[in-house]
């Protein structure tokens, strides 16, 4: 495994996407506006019932857990949950947590597993109270709030998204974000927007290899230890 991290905003060098393939182009979020363009019913029972998205989930969700580097008998928000199989992981660690999520099918089966999630969309203002959370997770999701829009959308609604995220976790609380970017501009630009409200530190797992790159970025409200 390679990392590669960066604590500089702005810094994430061109090297990292050289061989940008055309595998982001198959993604849906290039494909479709909004997760209910494509999440059908019959979507969200394949997402459900598949065993590698589920390993896939689970092992990017231990990989930001390590990262966050969280204390025990910590609550966490599991932001575009699914139907929770990240936050069905938390939960196992013993962690407490809540999700949210925008498709009400995902909502549904999340509930089903009696995990504690409701319907809500991550870009706007979230129905929680200021300080509640010690940690946020996101596993693959965010790429949905910033796809076919500019670089100007992107830095405003990325400033807005840090501005909830900053409201709800605690003065030490920190985020982890693990999404796909579909660029290094677009990356750099949402990076931007995080500041505002963050220490951001991104960590590239593969950077080389366009398929297997995993980019989580670490959010923290307090600066970092050097
Ligand atoms: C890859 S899926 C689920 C990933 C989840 N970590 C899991 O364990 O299955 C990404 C999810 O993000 C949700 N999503 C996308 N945009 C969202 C938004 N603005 N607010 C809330 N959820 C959103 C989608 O509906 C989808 O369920």
């Known amino acids: ?15 990292y996407w050289h061989c940008k393939s055309s595998a982001f182009a198959m993604k849906p979020e290039c494909q479709f506006m909004e997760p209910g363009d494509f999440y059908s019913e ?21 990989q930001a857990i390590e990262l966050l580097n969280s204390n025990t008998n910590s609550f966490f928000l599991d932001l575009g949950c699914g139907n929770g199989f990240s936050t069905q992981v938390l939960e196992e660690l013993g962690f407490k947590v809540k999700g949210i999520e925008i498709m009400p099918g995902f909502v549904e ?38 796809c076919q829009k500019n670089e100007t ?29 579909d660029s290094e501009k677009q990356l750099n630009a949402i990076i931007d927007g995080f500041t505002k409200n963050f220490f951001v530190k991104t960590t590239i797992l593969n950077p080389q290899n366009a398929r297997k790159r995993k980019i989580f970025l670490l959010l923290s409200k307090q600066a970092f230890a050097e």
């Open 1 to 15: 495994m390679t990392w590669k991290t960066s604590n500089k905003p702005g810094k994430i060098e061109k090297f």
């Open 109 to 146: 089966l999340a509930k089903q597993k009696t995990l504690d999630v409701q319907q809500g969309d991550f870009t706007k203002k979230l129905p929680f109270k200021e300080n509640q959370f010690d940690y946020l997770i996101s596993i693959s999701a965010l790429q949905w709030a910033f």
């Open 42 to 62: 019959e979507e969200i029972l394949h997402y459900s019932n598949s065993n590698a998205i589920k390993k896939m989930q689970e092992k990017l969700t231990l």
């Open 153 to 181: 959308q992107i830095k405003k609604l990325a400033g807005l998204i840090a501005c909830e995220f900053s409201r709800i976790l605690k003065e030490n609380g920190k985020a982890c974000i693990q999404f796909y970017p």
